[in-house]
């Protein structure tokens, strides 16, 4: 049975490779600055302005210069800040209901992935009112155009200022959903370094390794191109030139930018080339248990590196030379075990744990049947995987043993 079911996910991601010149990709327009909004608003044409943050940003005063510029500019607006770690589809529906009772005909999300995957959602039903977030759960099923859409992220990690994707969960059956379309790619991405110096160190090391695993998985996939391969790498050096600085000091403007890039880079081609097993799994644990999402994505990596064994090593050598922790000269093993050993050193470095609590073992075999369904059969994984063999990484990052 597994045979074919191979057969049929490899089939399946052959096509999506084939038609990828033809699909409509496209890149956000780049802003250095918030005070670019009331420019580029006032261009688009926008009257009223939703903007999708959380708690956090308004505590921490983030949310001024884009009040500010829109003021400056006299353009209304109004603030949804309920939105959640892992968005759900109550904040989509709440600040659906602002967008409508404002008639807003514009959306800004400033925050990390969580409040621009809302935003996401909420323009999705803004353009299909008709159908509920489940009903638009899926690839492909979203083709109308999206009100004018800005995204200012404030973490350097998750890329969603560049995907065409968002990932709602659903608070009854505690389960994720991918909404995957093209129009949910923003239309402008403000990209300032100073917005992300209040980020938190531990969250700095979290959503930077967030973007490190977003370019591993798009580079070592089998629906890569010339162009996310360089992405990928790109974003790989940035990474390890500069997360750690960036954890170390908070306010060192050139490591903050250069992150921003390389979650940039990621994003793209990530978007284009597709992740793997590293998310599926991280996203089955968010669904479930509201693990953040870079945090279970960075203890789960070196696992699935290694799981997938000689099918990457070559690829691993090649982002291990770019990150420089090996060298050329090195054998395509050695390599790809000196990388492995090296994102382990530098999680450690930044106190991130090689577990991740709070795992029950009850709940494994749930895990792994969402974390399957969602990998296969559209992510171009280098080696596919059964759900038993899915199942065994929550043993090993919940620190479960499966004969106890």
Same mark, same amino acid.
Request: net charge positive; hydrophobic share 40%.
């Given at each position: ?62 949310? =001024? ?33 602002? #967008? ?27 353009? #299909? ?121 908070? $306010? ?19 978007? $284009? ?81 090689? $577990? ?12 792994? =049947?969402?974390?399957? $369904? ?31």
């Amino acid at each position: 049975m597994f045979f074919i079911k191979s057969i049929y996910c490899r089939v399946f991601q052959a096509a999506f490779r084939l038609a990828m010149p033809i699909l409509p990709y496209r890149e956000p327009q780049i802003l250095n600055s918030c005070a670019e909004l009331g420019k580029v608003l006032n261009k688009e044409k926008a009257t009223s302005v939703l903007v999708v943050t959380d708690k956090g940003i308004v505590n921490n005063e983030l949310l =001024k210069p884009v009040e500010e510029a829109l003021m400056m500019d006299k353009i209304p607006y109004t603030v949804y800040d309920d939105t959640l770690p892992n968005p759900s589809i109550i904040n989509v529906e709440e600040a659906l209901k602002l #967008y409508n009772k404002n008639k807003c005909n514009a959306i800004i999300a400033i925050g990390g992935g969580s409040a621009i995957d809302c935003a996401k959602a909420v323009g999705v039903r803004v353009v #299909y009112p008709e159908r509920t977030i489940k009903q638009m759960c899926g690839k492909l099923k979203a083709w109308r155009k999206l009100p004018t859409f800005i995204a200012i992220p404030t973490t350097a990690g998750t890329g969603s200022e560049t995907t065409l994707a968002a990932m709602i969960t659903d608070s009854q059956t505690h389960r994720k959903y991918a909404i995957m379309s093209f129009p949910l790619i923003p239309h402008y991405a403000v990209l300032d370094a100073s917005l992300t110096y209040s980020l938190p160190p531990h969250l700095t090391a979290t959503t930077g390794m967030d973007a490190l695993t977003h370019a591993v998985e798009a580079y070592i996939g089998r629906s890569t191109t010339k162009e996310t391969r360089r992405l990928a790498l790109t974003a790989t050096k940035l990474v390890f030139e500069n997360v750690y600085l960036a954890y170390c000091d908070g $306010k060192n403007h050139i490591a903050r930018e250069n992150m921003l890039h390389a979650a940039y880079n990621a994003g793209i081609a990530f978007s $284009k080339s597709y992740v793997g097993y590293i998310h599926a799994l991280a996203h089955a644990l968010g669904g479930l248990y509201g693990t953040p999402h870079g945090l279970a994505n960075t203890v789960i990596m070196p696992y699935v590196l290694e799981t997938y064994g000689k099918s990457v090593y070559k690829k691993l050598h090649k982002l291990g030379v770019y990150a420089g922790v090996c060298d050329e000269k090195d054998s395509h093993k050695t390599g790809a075990l000196e990388f492995i050993d090296a994102l382990r050193k530098l999680n450690s470095d930044m106190g991130i744990s090689n $577990k991740i609590d709070g795992i029950k073992r009850e709940d494994i075999s749930v895990l792994a =049947k969402n974390a399957e $369904k969602e990998a296969n059969p559209l992510y171009p994984v280098p080696k596919l995987m059964t759900k038993k063999e899915l199942s065994d990484f929550y043993y090993k990052v919940g620190g479960i043993y499966e004969n106890n």
